[in-house]
């Protein structure tokens, strides 16, 4: 199936009435009602986003998955059941929402992401959504040799994986300027938290995982998944139409002085360093890839149009410091 590109989607639609287009600048709706967010890939960071939502919204999560209906209820979302990988059951989504937040990744295989133009052929049977924030990988950029990257630099995905982030981006970005949809897509680093599944980078230690040495290493970048979370929901808000903003931290760390900080803070054995040589004979080929490139994020747009200050600018903080809450 190909991605979306504007072509019918009767057989999705469902029988309501379609609103005129509407102008991204205002992307709420006024008055008493509560808009409506549909969370597409409601994981750890959409539970985040539902916590800080729950009292403005009227919240709705896509779900595949039948056991996690009463976790998404208890979080306060109404479930939605439908599967990005079949289109057909979809058709429940179109007309119920005023915005949309996108976290579903794309497939594991190929350059083109199947299920953002099936959620897109499902929103283009209503013209109710009016806004959609879209979590992509800063990995779309490829190699930059350790420079400063802003959001201008042109993309270069060095990987089929984020060349299917890029494709959605793509997608999502045409979508928007066609329908009178305001787009915000949040270029993402490695997200870290203590309590997320996956991103809590003592695992790492304790698999005694190893780490480049310093004539190798690379530059990573960062951010803390309620930091993350706090700027999804700003992007609701505020974020501008068809814009691109990197969701990062201040941390300018290269890989193994970030895993050297965490062992210290933790009192834990730090990594042991080896060469790319003897990387590439130890590592598997999705973590040689992270080990290929190297950028610094810059986060200055973010930080202006989304009017975030951050909870954890550093690493140091987000580990175990006491954050710096923001004033507003």
């Known amino acids: 199936m190909a991605p979306?590109?504007?072509?019918?989607?009767?057989?999705?639609?469902?029988?309501?009435?379609?609103?005129?287009?509407?102008?991204?600048?205002?992307?709420?709706?006024?008055?008493?009602?509560?808009?409506s967010l549909l969370i597409v890939g409601c994981g750890d960071i959409g539970l985040r986003v539902l916590a800080l939502l729950r009292p403005?919204?009227?919240l709705l999560a896509l779900s595949s998955s039948p056991q996690r209906w009463p976790m998404?209820?208890?979080?306060?979302?109404?479930?939605?059941?439908?599967?990005l990988d079949d289109p057909g059951s979809l058709w429940r989504i179109a007309g119920l929402a005023d915005a949309v937040l996108h976290l579903?990744?794309?497939?594991?295989?190929g350059q083109v992401d199947l299920r953002t133009a099936h959620l897109l052929q499902a929103l283009a049977c209503s013209r109710r959504c009016?806004?959609?924030?879209?979590?992509?990988?800063s990995g779309v950029y490829g190699d930059a040799a350790g420079a400063w990257v802003d959001e201008t630099r042109p993309p270069a995905p060095a990987t089929d994986r984020a060349r299917r982030r890029l494709d959605a981006e793509a997608q999502l970005r045409g979508f928007g300027r066609r329908r009178g949809v305001a787009v915000t897509i949040l270029r993402v680093p490695g997200i870290y938290a203590l309590d997320r599944q996956g991103g809590d980078p003592r695992q790492r230690l304790l698999r005694g995982?190893?780490?480049?040495?310093?004539?190798?290493?690379?530059?990573?970048?960062?951010?803390?998944?309620?930091?993350?979370?706090?700027?999804?929901?700003?992007?609701?808000?505020?974020?501008?139409?068809?814009?691109?903003?990197?969701?990062?931290?201040?941390?300018?760390?290269?890989m193994g002085d970030y895993f050297d900080q965490v062992a210290k803070i933790f009192d834990l054995a730090p990594p042991p360093r080896i060469s790319r040589a003897e990387a590439a004979q130890q590592l598997s080929p999705m973590a040689l890839s992270f080990l290929s490139e190297s950028r610094r994020?810059?986060?200055?747009?973010?930080?202006?149009?989304?009017?975030?200050?951050?909870?954890?600018?550093?690493?140091?903080?987000?580990?175990?410091a006491a954050p710096q809450m923001p004033s507003a």
């Open 4 to 35: 979306y590109t504007g072509s019918d989607c009767a057989y999705l639609c469902l029988s309501v009435p379609l609103r005129p287009a509407l102008n991204p600048a205002c992307p709420l709706p006024s008055g008493l009602r509560r808009p």
């Open 56 to 58: 403005r919204w009227r």
């Open 72 to 83: 998404l209820r208890a979080a306060g979302a109404v479930p939605l059941p439908g599967d």
């Open 104 to 109: 579903a990744p794309p497939a594991g295989a």
């Open 130 to 137: 009016r806004r959609i924030v879209y979590a992509s990988t």
């Open 209 to 254: 995982t190893s780490v480049l040495r310093a004539q190798d290493d690379v530059y990573t970048n960062h951010i803390h998944a309620d930091d993350l979370a706090r700027a999804c929901a700003a992007a609701l808000l505020h974020g501008r139409p068809q814009r691109v903003l990197h969701v990062s931290d201040d941390s300018q760390l290269r």
């Open 297 to 320: 994020l810059l986060n200055r747009r973010m930080k202006r149009e989304l009017r975030l200050r951050l909870r954890f600018p550093t690493v140091d903080q987000g580990l175990g």
